[in-house]
């Protein structure tokens, strides 16, 4: 229930009381500052609790819960309106999932890619990843550079490859490079040449 912006927990499961660090018990007439949640996390929350009030649908938001000596913990919050006390006090479902784990690991994720980009763009070394282009009988045609870096821009004089297929880059480009690529295509074995 919430009645002036104080949330009044007519039940809550053990999950949930963990979650938050609090007995049970205790959580009925808390406001949500008295469990600790900071004043942006409860402005977002009674956000929350209106939207799915006015709308009458589930609403959901994510958030950081920061707890004094501890990492922060991702939580998906989701309320959703179910109805009014004869009171004329709405009540609220309200249902929390840590996904602390995923979202460490997209952290993770996106500062191995920053890392991998920055090695990627500052290489002296000219590289691309390429992608062959066959026809039904396997035969190599062409091939689409999916990703070039600077290096390889300047010392090929290829600009704006990025997508594009080298016939449109250079039709008359001979036709032993695109058999060079196709056979490591096809094989997986690398190719080493001069």
Excluded at 83 to 107: C, M, Q, V, W
Excluded at 127 to 149: H, M, S, T, W
Aim: net charge negative; charged share 30%; proline share 4%.
């Amino acid at each position: 229930d919430l009645v002036d912006g104080v949330i009044v927990h007519v039940s809550c499961n053990r999950a949930a009381a963990e979650m938050y660090g609090v007995d049970r018990e205790a959580i009925a007439g808390k406001t949500a500052s008295e469990m600790g949640a900071s004043e942006e996390v409860v402005r977002a929350w009674i956000a929350l609790y209106e939207e799915s009030w006015r709308t009458g649908k589930p609403v959901s938001m994510e958030y950081a819960r920061h707890v004094e000596g501890q990492k922060d913990r991702w939580l998906l919050a989701t309320a959703g309106y179910i109805g009014t006390r004869p009171s004329g006090i709405p009540r609220f479902a309200y249902t929390i999932l840590d996904f602390t784990k995923r979202k460490r690991a997209e952290e993770q994720l996106r500062q191995s890619e920053e890392r991998y980009r920055m090695l990627f763009d500052t290489l002296i070394e000219g590289f691309c990843i390429i992608e062959v282009v066959f026809d039904d009988d396997a035969k190599p045609l062409d091939y689409r550079f999916l990703e070039i870096n600077p290096a390889f821009e300047r010392q090929t004089g290829l600009k704006n490859a990025r997508g594009r297929l080298m016939r449109d880059l250079a039709p008359d480009h001979e036709a032993h490079w695109f058999e060079i690529y196709g056979q490591v295509a096809l094989t997986g074995q690398p190719a080493r040449f001069v």
